[in-house]
């Protein structure tokens, strides 16, 4: 139906747009392209779970996520769904969109189309990217001598004999065994170098009017900031 025709609210967006998107999950290429929506992630790991919420919380007890379905089948999440799969995407919204669905539709309801084949001609797709991510916010840390200087300038704030900290780092005129040690920036212990992550998705569609096919794969492969932190997923649709 024509948008003007219809009494509930509903946003949309399409394939090509999220297509333009360099990333891995269809729930992270739709944050901020459709008004009302709430796209977050847990935290920023490459696996994280992407929360989306509807109209935001309707509940501090239960959970808020929206009932999603995918080519008509109910579905947990968008997480699993290449972005390069999908036609469309429409978001029912308020509560004469989502009564047909009943109580599920509660939170909202977000309807999401698939590719469909082309018939007359065989289409190839190939879509490709490779990404490098790298840390934001590097800290300035202090060397061990300007690390013991600070804790014995705070302990002499304290007592005039800091038996504890003497205890521990020396007495003053010991710090000298600290200067010229470089010490360990755990930073780069933690967080290594900039990881590099590709994406490759293939598809193949055409057919006639009577038998139509649709066939593609799609390969990820993402590295976190964080060492041995990251997520690899081979998809295949037929």
Do not use: C
């Amino acid at each position: 139906q024509k948008r003007g025709n219809l009494t509930g609210s509903i946003a949309s967006v399409s394939g090509k747009i999220l297509e333009k998107v360099q990333t891995t999950s269809a729930a992270e290429a739709i944050v901020g392209k459709l008004p009302g929506v709430q796209v977050t992630a847990v935290d920023g790991s490459p696996d994280a779970e992407i929360k989306i919420l509807v109209r935001g919380g309707g509940s501090i007890t239960q959970d808020n996520s929206p009932l999603i379905i995918l080519d008509g089948f109910e579905v947990s999440s968008l997480n699993d769904v290449p972005p390069t799969d999908i036609e469309s995407i429409e978001v029912l919204k308020d509560a004469a969109s989502t009564a047909i669905y009943g109580a599920r539709g509660a939170n909202g309801v977000i309807l999401v189309t698939t590719k469909r084949p082309v018939e007359g001609r065989v289409v190839i797709s190939l879509n490709t990217y490779v990404q490098t991510k790298e840390l934001s916010n590097k800290l300035d840390v202090m060397d061990p001598y300007e690390f013991v200087l600070m804790q014995y300038e705070n302990a002499r704030q304290k007592s005039s004999n800091p038996t504890a900290f003497n205890n521990k780092y020396g007495h003053a005129y010991e710090h000298y065994i600290y200067q010229g040690n470089a010490g360990t920036d755990w930073q780069d212990e933690g967080f290594g170098s900039n990881p590099v992550a590709k994406y490759v998705d293939l598809s193949v569609n055409g057919g006639t009017e009577k038998t139509r096919y649709l066939a593609s794969v799609n390969y990820m492969n993402q590295e976190g900031i964080v060492k041995n932190n990251g997520v690899s997923r081979f998809s295949a649709r037929l």
